[in-house]
């Protein structure tokens, strides 16, 4: 048999590896293996291979798709946030990254978290872009969150509805009713 106090001493121990477990799984980070990291370096690869085949009109990725549809007003936020790299000296795979961390943030719907947007991208930066382009990429991105950059959508159109006094009027003339 057990004493209390061996007990006691039992379910402290079990409480404190209880909150240390917790807390590593709480700072741990994802794994490569993760499906959504999958399909956002599928995407990237899509997209970097869209830098080099300008004239290629298929992009098979759906998710690529989208971003390249917004390419024009992703281009014009990565010239305005980094104004010392213009697009074309920017490196392709940084580039690729950049367009498909800003369609996530301001275009998706639903959107993620900005932080884990910007934490996924410097991730795939440091994993296939050079030294720098991690901390490149954060900044870039920082600035767009720190501005709080709102992107126009275009409104629906609304059926005009016709005002009161031409109620029951066609052309002009009004309609009699029997």
């Given at each position: ?12 121990v079990?409480?404190?590896l209880?909150?240390?477990i917790?807390k590593?799984k709480?700072?741990?980070?994802k ?20 830098i080099?085949r ?15 549809a917004k ?21 392709p ?17 639903p ?22 382009s991690?901390?490149f990429?954060?900044?870039v991105?920082g600035s767009i ?20 006094d ?13």
């Open positions: 048999m057990y004493s209390l106090s061996h007990l006691i001493r039992g379910l402290i079990n409480g404190a209880r909150a240390n917790k590593r709480k700072n741990q980070m794994k490569k293996s993760d499906p959504r990291h999958k399909k956002r370096i599928e995407v990237v690869k899509a997209l970097f291979e869209k080099f300008p004239d290629s009109k298929s992009i098979k990725n759906p998710v690529a798709a989208q971003v390249a390419e024009k007003q992703i281009d014009t936020l990565i010239t305005k946030y980094a104004p010392t790299w213009p697009i074309n000296q920017i490196a795979i940084d580039l690729a990254i950049l367009r498909l961390a800003i369609w996530e943030l301001l275009f998706k719907k959107k993620d978290p900005y932080k884990v947007t910007i934490d996924e991208a410097v991730e795939i930066a440091k994993q296939y872009g050079t030294k720098t991690g901390s990429i954060n900044g991105l969150v720190k501005s709080k950059v709102k992107v126009k959508s275009p409104r629906p159109r609304q059926a005009t509805r016709p005002r009161p031409e109620v029951g009027k066609r052309g002009g003339q009004s309609q009699k009713s029997n």
